[in-house]
């Protein structure tokens, strides 16, 4: 919000201004007001392991991040670059291999990798669009600029925070809002519906769309039920459907109704045990079969995960420019390979000044914070790297950027990481917004919600609208 010098940063000054008249008492009354309607609403996350609570309020932050246009649209180009190139990759991978006939990915790290999918070799996917929904995470550096953390190809949430956490800003600083000309991101399900249908069959007309998920006891329950209320699709699981002779079928209450694109939020592993996890009750049997004949489509497809891969992630740079003959216009953040013997060997003498990560993990799991670990957990982690180096990556610790947040009644600053959401179907959009992910903790850098994370609502200002 404020300059090194001290001054109010000109996109800030609305806000700024608004708060100058708010007292305390009145902020922390504001603070409770939002927390009450996110209750009201059901807006809970489940924290796995957590005591005594099964779900609980996603912890929000009353006060709105504000990103300028200008730096927005480096963002959107590098994002939209981003997913561009990671489609052609995959779409490759699963085709003629070229970019691993030409040495540019070593093979094994792709089929080594424990979510590539053999089963999605030579398939048709519309579009050649296999990441329909991806959530990127990026942090601002010690520069001021924006680098691409993570992609998350998967089942990427939080998309349904974003949205709660702009209806709520908007009531509380209806005057802030409108003064600084902040884009909409209310269109999302519309966007959603408009990507997913644009996978289905063109002699489809009129294509059925729903939501898939693994059930009440998911952690991101909450945001499965949500965006299906909002696209207007029916929210179904496993065991609401049927396949027959190839065709997916959801039962209703006037018969089977036949589905077209499955927006599915259930791990590749479990969407039918047919073909994948043999003891999952969570998808249907038959559904990848009806999938490969062409018959429904399955958003994101299987088998993206690799490409979220955090060992294929060192190598994004130079898939860009294999596939775009394009630089990269957001930078990876540095990142060691454990599989080389040269950059585990500088990993292991620097455990204490790094983070690692195992490449397959996601949510916050399976990673040491080197600095804010004890001398044990180093050692524990140097016997794993020893042992399985391939399993792991490592960065540098990225003392992540900073945006003021109420704590306890005071306005204090808290790490925070970005999550954009980036659509892709026929084309590729970028959602004017993101979900601001923030450490609750006083210098802690875990923004994760899985790891009690909190966020806050981010403000993308128009053109024209104090983008200085």
Same mark, same amino acid.
């Given at each position: 919000?404020?300059?090194?010098? $001290?001054? @109010?940063?000109?996109?800030?000054? &609305?806000?700024?201004?608004?708060?100058?008249?708010?007292?305390?008492?009145?902020?922390?009354?504001?603070?409770?007001?939002?927390?009450?309607?996110?209750?009201?609403?059901?807006?809970?996350?489940?924290?796995?392991?957590?005591?005594?609570?099964?779900?609980?309020?996603?912890?929000?932050?009353?006060?709105?991040?504000?990103?300028?246009? &200008?730096?927005?649209?480096?963002?959107? &180009?590098?994002?939209?670059?981003?997913?561009?190139?990671?489609?052609?990759?995959?779409?490759?991978?699963?085709?003629?291999?070229?970019?691993?006939?030409? $040495?540019?990915?070593?093979?094994?790290?792709? #089929?080594?990798?424990?979510?590539?999918?053999? +089963?999605?070799?030579?398939?048709?996917?519309?579009?050649?669009?296999?990441?329909?929904?991806? $959530?990127?995470?990026?942090?601002?550096?010690?520069? *001021?600029?924006?680098?691409?953390?993570?992609?998350?190809?998967?089942?990427?949430?939080?998309?349904?925070?974003?949205? %709660?956490?702009?209806?709520?800003?908007?009531?509380?600083?209806?005057?802030?809002?409108?003064?600084?000309? @902040?884009?909409?991101?209310?269109?999302?399900?519309?966007?959603?519906?408009?990507?997913?249908?644009?996978?289905?069959?063109?002699?489809?007309?009129?294509?059925?769309?729903?939501?898939?998920?693994? *059930?009440?006891?998911?952690? &991101?329950?909450?945001?499965?039920?949500?965006?299906?209320?909002?696209?207007?699709?029916?929210?179904?699981?496993?065991?609401?459907?049927?396949?027959?002779?190839?065709?997916?079928?959801?039962?209703?209450?006037?018969?089977?109704?036949?589905?077209?694109?499955?927006?599915?939020?259930?791990?590749?592993? #479990?969407?039918?045990?047919?073909?994948?996890?043999?003891?999952?009750?969570?998808?249907? %049997?038959?559904? #990848?079969?009806?999938?490969?004949?062409?018959?429904?489509?399955?958003?994101?497809?299987?088998?993206? $995960?690799?490409?979220?891969?955090?060992?294929?992630?060192?190598?994004?740079? =130079?898939?860009?420019?294999? /596939?775009?003959? +394009?630089?990269?216009?957001?930078?990876?953040?540095?990142?060691?390979?454990?599989?080389?013997?040269?950059?585990?060997?500088?990993?292991?003498?620097?455990?204490?000044?790094?983070?690692?990560?195992?490449?397959?993990?996601?949510?916050? /799991?399976?990673?040491?914070?080197?600095?804010?670990?004890?001398?044990?957990?180093?050692? =524990?982690?140097?016997?794993?790297?020893?042992?399985?180096?391939?399993?792991?990556?490592?960065?540098?610790?990225?003392?992540?950027?900073? %945006?003021?947040?109420?704590?306890?009644?005071?306005? =204090?600053?808290?790490?925070?990481?970005?999550?954009?959401?980036?659509?892709?179907?026929?084309?590729?959009?970028?959602?004017?917004?993101?979900?601001?992910?923030?450490?609750?903790?006083?210098?802690?850098?875990?923004?994760?919600?899985?790891?009690?994370?909190?966020?806050?609502?981010?403000?993308?200002?128009?053109?024209?609208?104090? *983008?200085?």
């Amino acid at each position: 919000m404020f300059a090194p010098d $001290g001054a @109010v940063r000109p996109h800030y000054a &609305a806000l700024e201004s608004r708060l100058a008249t708010l007292t305390p008492a009145e902020l922390a009354e504001r603070q409770k007001t939002l927390e009450q309607s996110f209750l009201l609403q059901g807006i809970t996350f489940t924290v796995y392991g957590a005591e005594n609570t099964t779900e609980r309020i996603i912890p929000t932050d009353l006060l709105p991040r504000i990103i300028p246009a &200008a730096e927005w649209r480096r963002i959107e &180009a590098g994002l939209i670059q981003r997913v561009r190139a990671l489609n052609h990759f995959l779409a490759d991978i699963y085709g003629d291999q070229k970019i691993l006939a030409d $040495g540019i990915v070593p093979r094994e790290l792709v #089929f080594g990798a424990p979510s590539y999918r053999r +089963e999605m070799r030579g398939l048709f996917v519309p579009h050649n669009a296999y990441v329909n929904v991806c $959530g990127s995470d990026l942090i601002r550096d010690g520069k *001021g600029e924006f680098a691409v953390l993570e992609d998350n190809l998967r089942v990427p949430s939080g998309v349904s925070y974003m949205l %709660a956490n702009r209806d709520a800003a908007k009531r509380t600083f209806a005057d802030a809002y409108r003064a600084a000309g @902040v884009r909409p991101v209310e269109r999302y399900p519309d966007l959603l519906l408009a990507t997913l249908k644009s996978l289905a069959a063109d002699w489809r007309p009129n294509p059925q769309v729903v939501v898939m998920t693994p *059930g009440v006891y998911n952690s &991101a329950y909450y945001e499965h039920a949500y965006l299906a209320r909002l696209m207007g699709a029916p929210l179904i699981e496993g065991r609401d459907l049927v396949v027959h002779e190839n065709m997916v079928y959801m039962r209703t209450t006037e018969g089977l109704k036949r589905i077209d694109v499955i927006y599915r939020r259930v791990d590749d592993d #479990f969407i039918d045990p047919l073909t994948f996890r043999r003891d999952s009750s969570l998808g249907i %049997a038959g559904l #990848f079969n009806a999938y490969r004949a062409g018959n429904v489509v399955i958003a994101n497809a299987p088998g993206t $995960g690799v490409a979220d891969d955090k060992a294929v992630y060192a190598y994004v740079p =130079e898939i860009i420019r294999y /596939y775009l003959a +394009e630089d990269a216009i957001l930078p990876n953040v540095e990142t060691y390979l454990c599989r080389e013997p040269a950059q585990l060997s500088h990993v292991l003498a620097n455990l204490d000044k790094l983070v690692v990560k195992e490449v397959g993990a996601s949510g916050g /799991y399976g990673m040491l914070i080197g600095p804010h670990a004890t001398q044990a957990q180093r050692d =524990e982690f140097a016997q794993r790297l020893k042992h399985d180096p391939s399993n792991y990556i490592a960065q540098p610790t990225i003392q992540l950027s900073t %945006a003021p947040c109420l704590v306890d009644g005071d306005i =204090e600053p808290r790490h925070v990481d970005l999550r954009p959401f980036i659509l892709s179907g026929n084309k590729v959009v970028v959602t004017p917004g993101a979900l601001t992910r923030v450490a609750l903790k006083r210098g802690s850098l875990v923004v994760n919600s899985s790891q009690g994370g909190g966020s806050k609502d981010t403000w993308v200002l128009a053109d024209g609208d104090h *983008g200085a």
